[in-house]
């Protein structure tokens, strides 16, 4: 059984930055795609980043359009975690943020096997 414990959120202030981890354990899913959703009160869980594997070594990475420039998503597959990098954060980025993994690409919210349990995101005005 797949299990997916997020790490790194808090309070931030606008314009600050952010790190969050996500450590899978249960079996290596280095040929997973692993991503982050996010979830604001009152609001429906939305697609923020996924990282999928291509073949090989090759990975790519795609980003919601309200966070591409500011957050950057990545991986250790030799520690079976996936990272989310947040920059310039907004106000609007406050939510509890999950991370997911699945066989297909995570950009389909239908295609998550596995989610974390979140980890909240506070980002003061």
């Known amino acids: 059984q797949v299990q997916l414990v997020e790490s790194g959120g808090g309070l931030v202030q606008a314009g600050g930055s952010l790190r969050l981890s996500c450590a899978a354990s249960?079996?290596?899913?280095?040929?997973?795609?692993m991503g982050w959703f996010r979830q604001a009160p009152g609001k429906e869980r939305e697609f923020v980043a996924a990282?999928?594997?291509?073949?090989?070594?090759?990975?790519?990475?795609d980003y919601a359009d309200s966070v591409k420039g500011r957050f950057t998503i990545s991986r250790d597959n030799a520690k079976n975690t996936v990272y989310l990098q947040m920059n310039s954060l907004k106000p609007e980025d406050t939510a509890v943020y999950y991370c997911?993994?699945?066989?297909?690409?995570?950009?389909?919210?239908?295609?998550?096997?596995?989610w974390g349990q979140g980890t909240q995101v506070t980002v003061s005005s």
């Open positions: 997911a993994a699945g066989s297909g690409s995570v950009v389909r919210r239908v295609a998550v096997d596995y």
């Open positions: 990282l999928s594997w291509g073949g090989g070594s090759t990975y790519y990475a």
């Open positions: 249960g079996r290596t899913l280095s040929r997973d795609s």
